[in-house]
Nanobody, 123 residues
Framework: VLLVESGGGLVQPGGSLRLSCAASGFTFSSYYMSWVRQAPGKGPEWVSSINRGGGNTQYADSVKGRFTISRDNAKNTLYLQMNSLKPEDTALYYC?????????????????WGQGTQVTVSS
């Protein structure tokens, strides 16, 4: 199993970024997936989840209305479109495979993580 995130970078407040997570080594379409972030000095924070087909999604209150999770099962890729970025969105963003069928996974519901991609929101 391999999850490789990309798309992070430095962006000004109010800007946008699109993160991607390329999955390999397993049947991507069979798993719920999540984005999780970790800011410096803080624990992991769940951001968003998506079901197998992509028709159901859920978001943390802190990102609702600004972030959009999606997936392309034909390309084995998970996405996170981030708009109206704020300095408090600065974190290392991970994609993670969910072993259960929940859109609100807890830390023990993940079995594989990517290496993360850094998002920094600063003027």
């Amino acid at each position: 199993v391999l999850l490789v995130e990309s798309g992070g970078g430095l962006v000004q407040p109010g800007g946008s970024l699109r993160l991607s997570c390329a999955a390999s080594g397993f049947t991507f379409s069979s798993y719920y997936m999540s984005w999780v972030r970790q800011a410096p000095g803080k624990g992991p924070e769940w951001v968003s989840s998506i079901n197998r087909g992509g028709g159901n999604t859920q978001y943390a209150d802190s990102v609702k209305g600004r972030f959009t999770i999606s997936r392309d099962n034909a390309k084995n890729t998970l996405y996170l479109q981030m708009n109206s970025l704020k300095p408090e969105d600065t974190a290392l963003y991970y994609c993670a495979r969910v072993v259960t069928t929940t859109l609100a996974p807890r830390i023990h519901d993940y079995d594989y993580w990517g290496q993360g991609t850094q998002v920094t929101v600063s003027s």
